[in-house]
């Protein structure tokens, strides 16, 4: 297609590090949309006739149906979907295939194309972590009441609930989504029309073709509009972060699923067996996960590190832009219906979270809490006679609920019998009603609003 000037053809290396094909293929539903649009718009200016027009985009359908029934055949001479489109709609309607390319170029083409399907993309990353956080909410629903060690330093800390830990994912993912709508709304504007990197001397419709595509309008700038892959950056980014979340969710199943813990049994379908250890069930998904967010993040650096040196304008580095992003998607798409499943058919260990949040002197804040309350203690103060209260049940090997009030007098005399009140993991948690704490009435409100859209 471009051989006009050479007297010799490329060589077999030339050819093989040169071709896209392998995996630019999967832009072939936006390839067709782009050029349908662009032929649209030629014979509606008049660039081309209003028959030549109808003929090509009838003759694009017919390609689309042939990528659709037999898939996109890997020819490295035709080195990327763009020239294997055409080629095909040529065999399709002969050589008035030929007027397609009219006030275009391939830079435009592709940086059309790969929005199309960097904007597709998010949209189907946008409902699977919709399903993902309607997975948490009822599962939060359900534990709203349940008791679990809360960690600091993966110490027992104080005790919270299960919903509450929950919804802190939900939150989590809201923040991704709205990333990736930020970085739909920024990225839509159309490179159609840019052409190679100057724009075109045809009377082209800029507006028209970005209407037909679904694009608020026209990329402002031909170098840019040829040049940029933000949007793929954008996109990368944001499945970073998200990929992020997922890898702490499924560390924490890892860790709750262990036998120390014990917080959580995987169900079968989302555990597998060791070869020769019999009774194992290892959660190798959640470790997948865990492991696919480094691969994702390295998406990111590699499409940044292409990027970061090139000169305007389109420069064949660029062909590399496509990779890491179709690589990341994958990865992100399988890691969010993989953390989904598992949280819908995980069975919580909710007598064990409770006997581990009672075991680890959770309510020593709340000890502390209650002489400032109650007695009048300055915190400091009551924080040095609650470390002794700790000591002592540590010493008897009780509870801080079960420790005398003898024992609690005999460090301050100013402790009374209604401290008992406050010593139970479930009152400890139930007093936690502050804005956004962890109180099952909370969370419940907090629930709620969610699933009403209502986000206070
Ligand atoms: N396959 C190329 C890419 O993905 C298409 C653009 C080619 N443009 C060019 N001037 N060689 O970037």
Sequence with gaps: MWGGRFAEGPTAVMRAINASIPFDKRLWRQDIAGSKAHVAMLGATGIVSAEDAATISAGLDTVAAQYAEH??????????????????LAEAIGPVAGRLHTARSRNDQVATDFKLWVRDAIDEVDAALGAFQDALLARAEQHADSVMPGFTHLQSAQPVTLGHHLMAYYEMIARDRSRFADARARMNLSPLGS?????????????????ALGFDGPTRNSLDGVSDRDFAIDYLTSAT??????????????????????????????????????????????????????????????????MKGLPLAYSKDMQDDKPPVFEAH??????????????????????????????????????ADW??????????????????????????????????????????????????????????????????????????????????????
């Design 71 to 88: 898939g996109v055949a890997e020819d490295m001479v035709l080195e990327d979907i763009h020239m294997q489109s055409e080629s095909r």
């Design 195 to 211: 052409a190679a990197l100057a724009g075109t001397g045809f009377p082209i419709d800029r507006e028209m073709t970005a209407a």
């Design 241 to 306: 972060q998200c990929s992020l979340h997922l890898s702490r969710l499924a560390e924490e199943f890892v860790l709750w699923a262990s036998q120390p813990f014990g917080f959580v049994a995987l169900s079968d379908q989302w555990s597998t067996g060791s070869s020769i250890m019999p009774q194992k069930r290892n959660p190798d998904a959640a470790e997948l996960v865990r492991g696919h967010a480094g691969r994702i993040l390295g998406c990111m650096t590699a499409l940044m590190v292409t």
């Design 330 to 367: 994958d990865l992100l798409g399988l890691s969010i219906a993989a953390m989904t499943g598992m949280v819908e058919s995980a069975t919580f260990r909710t007598d064990r979270m409770r006997g581990l949040a009672e075991a680890g002197f959770a309510t020593a804040t709340d000890l």
């Design 371 to 456: 002489l400032v309350r109650e007695a009048g203690v300055p915190f400091r103060e009551a924080h040095h006679i609650t470390g002794q209260a700790v000591a002592r049940a540590e010493a008897l090997g009780v509870k801080l609920d079960a420790l005398p009030l003898g024992d609690l007098q005999a460090i301050d005399a100013r402790i009374d019998d209604r401290v008992y009140g406050v010593l139970s993991v479930d009152a400890s948690v139930a007093s936690r009603t502050s804005f956004g704490g962890t109180a099952p009435s909370r969370v419940r409100a907090a629930i709620a609003a969610a699933r009403e859209g209502k986000r206070s």
